[in-house]
């Protein structure tokens, strides 16, 4: 078991549904990941907060929409999902913004979008 | 364009045997190296490496970084099945520091 802990651990869900993924740290950190990695792929950053703030977007689209609601949640509302993102979703946490600090990663949900 | 490059893509061993995992990077104003081990679910965090020529060690895993040459080796001797998993390397420029660019992993099977 890691100490980000991730909810749920499967979900399985048709393209009109809404959804949320959610995920939790008590290390302290500041600084919140979201991911999506495909099979035999690497992690691909989708979103990081910091302190609480959206600081990085890569382009998601709006069917994903991530919010922070204290230093140590952190959710990822689903809407309108469509087939190809179908993935394991990985939360990370670290210590804070430019701190030298690795990232810790949860276990994931891994998400079946029908 | 910022990239990590990992080889070989797997391996096989059997138990017993050191295996040495390769990692090279192209990344404008590096900050820093993590390998981490992936089995079924997260990555877990092994190492990260800042400076050029100092191991780091933690039992039978060991890693360096050659900034010079832009790449890190991660060594893992004596190997056992438990060791099985794949292998990701990922660097942090500065600037961007929340920002991880991962290399596509080794795939290690460690056989009886």
């Known amino acids: 078991d890691t100490e980000v802990t991730q909810t749920p651990k499967h979900l399985v869900m048709g393209m009109t549904n809404k959804k949320s993924l959610k995920c939790e740290q008590h290390?302290?950190?500041?600084?919140m990941y979201w991911y999506k990695q495909k099979a035999k792929k690497p992690p691909e950053l989708m979103f990081v907060?910091?302190?609480?703030?959206?600081?990085i977007n890569e382009s998601v689209p709006s069917r994903f929409s991530p919010e922070c609601p204290n230093s140590s949640l952190l959710n990822l509302h689903l809407h309108a999902l469509q087939p190809e993102d179908s993935a394991l979703y990985l939360c990370?946490?670290?210590?804070?913004?430019?701190?030298?600090?690795?990232?810790?990663f949860g276990d994931g949900t891994r998400l079946s979008i029908l | 364009e910022d990239k990590v490059v990992q080889s070989p893509l797997s391996l096989v061993v059997h138990e017993g045997d050191t295996v040495t995992l390769n990692c090279s990077y192209e990344?404008?104003?590096?900050?820093?190296l993590l390998w981490y081990k992936q089995e079924k679910k997260a990555p877990t965090f092994l190492f990260m490496l800042?400076?050029?020529?100092i191991e780091k060690k933690s039992g039978r895993l060991s890693s360096i970084l050659d900034k010079k040459e832009l790449f890190s080796i991660l060594n893992i001797t004596a190997t056992q099945t438990g060791d099985s998993a794949v292998y990701l390397c990922?660097?942090?420029?500065?600037?961007?520091?929340?920002?991880?660019?991962f290399g596509t992993g080794t795939r290690l099977q460690v056989f009886p």
């Open positions: 990370a946490s670290s210590q804070g913004s430019g701190l030298g600090q690795p990232q810790h």
């Open positions: 290390m302290g950190h500041r600084a």
């Open positions: 907060y910091s302190y609480e703030k959206l600081s």
């Open positions: 990344v404008t104003n590096f900050r820093s």
């Open positions: 800042t400076s050029s020529g």
């Open positions: 990922a660097v942090e420029a500065e600037g961007n520091t929340d920002k991880l660019i």
